[in-house]
């Protein structure tokens, strides 16, 4: 039909029928109401061709619409406003639809049934294979000014923030109706008829679901209402930073291009003014997405559910850029945009530097002069420990990147006096008395030492942009995990030396703190001396008086062997890095009290420093006590001291204390084991003392016998009283110690080798060291010796009267009972052995030499029981083995 089309409204009725629409008739008043009583039931049946004659006969006038949706087989109209139509709409969606691929689909809808309204408006419609839904507003604008209504400006007098919308896409669907041609006057407000443009009611094409679903898509792709911004896809504008500063996302919304934001998802299809049209990356479908319709607020709008992005919400760059990158994270987005370059550098507020005061340490370990006096200022040379100039700054606001701070300021070598041992980082300080100890840190530990050396702090953001830096101590979790590696990169401490010591390369260690070579730490027990580059004859000639002619020149030794075997231990401590292996323990004995036990562990006391401790009630306590020492306390002495008179000294672990290099126990109060170097002289003093087990081969025996009455009254020393002297000349000789030492390396070392077990090394060095001192008497005490072990003693004379009784015959324990009952060894009880009692000694000693003669086993196959006999060493002299 045309302008001129006869309004014959049962024809069209007819029409309409037979296409299978379900018809309604409009009253003429304007309102485009039915004019039925109810229309509802013609949602669902379709009206018959009886209820058209009955509507549209006669000369009342009327309009006639179509029920959309199932009832009419499945209809949809989609309807453009005029102002659509002059806006361009109409003309924007055919072109996207043909670069979207729908071009086909669409040119079919566009030329299949149209209709002209009274207001210029376009109405296509279309067949759905599927369903058809409800009524839908596909696009709107904004009302302009010029377009306001009467109601309209008065609603925006009442309500100036009210929005007035005017659609300009939209559908008829399911439950919905419109008008078609011929309608005309007075049914529209405008009094102009409905126009047939294009097709009919037999022209409607059919489109399945999703090609109408993408159709209906880009038609919502011109909606131009504000959509509202959430901080999630599209941060509010903040404000403006001092100084002209730009933040990360503003530079990245500047800087970036949607390509390559979206690559890989979207790929451009057209681009419309501003406005560019999106479709799937793989080419699948047609437009899903829409950015720059607002140029103002470049956004990406999604249609098309399945993609990273919530359908019908608007995106920024930068809110889709932390959407795909960070999971929505802008915080985390924007440090990361940082750290690629966008954004200019946030001023930042500097947290105010304090200076760490240098620790000075002067360098005293040199040498013995012609005075004798010891330095005290003024010493040259010699390094420092190791200290820095100022606090290294350090940024723990992330805790991660502190974590990874701690370990590398460890690697520099900023962390200064920290060490690193068995357990963990240590320090090494000095305690109430004076005495180095090694400190294993703990979390509070670590935390204070942080808080002291590193000028931490956290990194604050105002809302202006600029960055305060606050001071800040390191949580205690980080600081809990720093201990809790298993390795740090800090200097190793192998130990605490209190004196010049020799290295394992015969240099000298001879500089306060650290040393890197041997990881040792020299914290000396009294100011060091000034030594001469080179050792002369004058200064060893000095050296010797002062030790051999001066301070132990009126102890009462019982032998020769007495006096070289406590220099030997003397000067151990100087040499103990030099050597490997253990040291015996060194017994100080004598006859009676007062006899000088006390001033001979003074002088290593004065000299290096001594760790005291009281004789333990059991082996398990001696265990915790010897823990306890390597552990912690620094002295390269340890002393049990005045153990009870006469006490025989049988302990199984100190016999395995001694023979070990490595001692490895459950520190006290904690649940980890811990490995420590056994580098200390273990001494211990008593009146009387002797061995028994295994302890007598482990020990070296420095004994006293002042053959007087009231020893402790005696006078008249060369030096007078020891003590004194030692506090004031402690330094000096020291000094003289050390100039012994390095005057036997400047003779090129000479050995003598000797033969003592697991001491065999020590024992060398140390016999090569007296022989070239001229001290005689190193180890010359062998047969003495056995006569300070009561086990040695006893068990050896048992077996001698055994042989003298028997022979090589062999024997039951009960015939050596019977045959020998005041020479058989006894219960503590003074009570003779049953013969199984001294069966099962007789086998804890088979194969031991006493003396010169041994126990042997024999088993008796026949009595089914062991046989024992005595076998003779050679040893008589006659240089051959006695069967």
């Known amino acids: 039909m045309t302008d001129s089309q006869s309004p014959d409204l049962r024809a069209s009725a007819r029409e309409l029928h037979d296409a299978g ?28 061709p009886a209820e058209h004659d009955s509507w549209f006969s006669g000369s009342r006038p009327a309009g006639i619409a179509v029920v959309y949706g199932a009832v009419s087989g499945d209809v949809e109209m989609i309807e453009f406003e005029g102002h659509a139509i002059t806006d361009g709409v109409l003309d924007e969606v055919t072109e996207i639809m043909d670069a979207s691929g ?53 609603r925006l007098r009442e309500k100036p923030h009210a929005r007035i919308i005017r659609v300009q896409i939209e559908t008829r669907g399911e439950g919905g109706y419109g008008l078609v041609e011929p ?127 919530q359908a019908e919400v608007p995106y920024s760059k930068f809110g889709a850029y932390a959407l795909l990158k960070h999971g929505g994270n802008h915080k985390q987005a924007a440090a990361e945009l940082r750290r690629e370059g966008y954004g200019t550098p946030p001023p930042r507020r500097r947290l105010t530097s304090v200076p760490t005061q240098p620790h000075h340490f002067s360098d005293g ?106 001071r800040e101590l390191f949580m205690p979790k980080t600081c809990g995990t720093v201990l809790g590696r298993k390795d740090w990169p800090l200097p190793p401490l192998r130990g605490i030396v209190t004196s010049p010591v020799i290295r394992p390369d015969g240099t000298l260690l001879d500089a306060l703190g650290y ?11 009294v100011k060091l001396r000034r030594l001469q580059p080179q050792v002369t004859t004058d200064s060893l000639a000095r050296a010797k008086d002062i030790v051999l002619d001066q301070v132990l020149a009126d102890f009462p030794w019982v032998a020769a062997s007495d006096r070289a ?41 004065y000299c290096y420093g001594t760790a005291d401790t009281a004789w333990p009630e059991n082996d398990t306590e001696l265990r915790k006590s010897i823990t306890t020492q390597l552990y912690t306390t620094g002295q390269p ?72 009455p009231d020893p402790d009254q005696r006078d008249g020393f060369r030096i007078g009283d020891l003590r004194p002297w030692l506090r004031a000349n402690a330094s000096t000789l020291v000094a003289a110690l050390v100039t012994l030492v390095r005057a036997w390396l400047a003779a090129g070392a000479p050995l003598i080798r000797v033969r003592k077990g ?86 804890a000693r088979e194969g031991r030499y006493f003396g010169t003669h041994k126990l042997v086993r024999v088993y008796d196959s026949h009595k089914r029981q062991n046989l024992w006999r005595i076998d003779v060493h050679a040893d008589r002299g006659t240089g051959r083995h006695e069967p």
């Not at 290294?392 to 370990?407: F, K, R």
């Not at 040393?515 to 000396?524: F, M, N, V």
């Not at 220099?567 to 004598?590: D, E, K, N, Q, S």
Request: some cysteine.
């Open 365 to 470: 370990s040199t040498a013995l002069d012609a005075e004798h006096a010891p330095e005290q200022e003024g010493f040259e040379g010699g390094p420092q420990l190791r200290a820095v100039s100022s606090k290294p700054e350090l940024d723990i606001t992330n805790e991660a990147d502190a974590l990874d701070g701690v370990l590398q300021l460890m690697a520099k070598d900023q962390l200064p006096d920290l060490y690193k041992r068995s357990g963990g980082p240590c320090w090494v300080h000095r305690d109430d008395n004076d005495h180095p100890r090694i400190q294993q840190l703990a979390t509070d530990n670590l935390r204070a030492y942080l808080a002291d050396h590193v000028q931490s702090y956290i990194v604050k953001r105002g809302p202006d942009e600029v960055e305060t830096e606050e």
């Open 565 to 605: 075997h406590f220099i030997g231990a003397l000067l151990t401590p100087i040499l103990r890095p030099y050597f490997h292996g253990p040291t015996p323990m060194l017994v100080l004995t004598a006859t009676a009290a007062g006899s000088g036990k006390s001033l001979l562990k003074d002088i290593f006391a």
């Open 758 to 843: 697991d001491y065999s090394e020590w024992a060398s060095l140390m016999a090569g060291v007296l022989d070239y001192l001229g001290v005689e008497g190193w180890m010359a005490d062998r047969d003495a010796i056995r006569d300070q072990d009561d086990e040695q003693q006893e068990w050896a004379a048992f077996l001698e009267m055994w042989r003298e009784k028997f022979g090589a015959d062999t024997v039951q324990t009960g015939a050596i009972i019977a045959a020998l009952p005041d020479h058989v060894p006894r219960h503590k009880t003074g009570d003779l052995p049953a013969a199984n009692q001294l069966g099962a000694w007789l086998k």
């Open 515 to 525: 040393d890197r070579a041997t990881g040792l730490y020299l914290e000396p027990r």
């Open 21 to 48: 629409l379900c018809v309604l008739p409009i009253k003429a008043d304007g309102t485009k109401a039915p004019a039925v009583r109810s229309w509802t039931p013609y949602k669902v049946q379709r009206s018959t």
């Open 102 to 154: 729908l071009g086909t689909e669409w040119q079919a809808i566009l030329s299949g049934w149209a209709t002209e309204s009274p207001s210029g408006g376009r109405h296509y419609r279309v067949r759905l294979e599927g369903g058809v839904p409800g009524n839908t507003k596909l696009a709107s604008r904004l009302a302009r000014e010029d377009e306001y209504t009467d109601e309209e400006r008065q």
């Open 183 to 309: 309608s005309g006057g007075t049914v529209h407000a405008s009094g102009r008829p409905y126009l047939r443009v294009a097709g009919g009611p037999d022209t409607i094409p059919t489109l399945d679901a999703a090609a109408m679903t993408a159709i209906r898509d880009v038609c919502r792709m011109l909606d131009t209402l504000p959509k509202p911004e959430t901080p999630k896809t599209a941060p509010r504008a903040p404000q403006p930073l001092p100084e002209g500063g730009v933040r990360p996302g503003e530079d990245y919304e500047a800087r970036t291009d949607w390509q390559d934001i979206l690559a890989g998802i979207f790929r451009p299809l057209i681009t419309r003014g501003s406005t560019t049209y999106w479709g799937w990356a793989d080419g699948v479908g047609g437009v899903k997405a829409t950015t720059g319709r607002d140029p103002e607020h470049d956004r990406l709008y999604v249609f098309a559910t399945g993609s990273e992005f």
């Open 637 to 708: 002495v340890v002393v049990l001291d005045n153990l009870p008179n006469g006490y025989v000294i049988k302990s199984s672990v100190l016999s395995s204390l001694l023979t070990a290099e490595q001692w490895g126990d459950r520190v006290l109060g904690a649940t980890a084991s811990v490995t420590m170097p056994n580098d200390r002289l273990w001494i211990v003093t008593g009146n009387a003392l002797r061995t028994g087990g295994d302890n007598g081969r482990r020990a070296m025996w420095v004994r006293l016998d002042p053959n007087c």
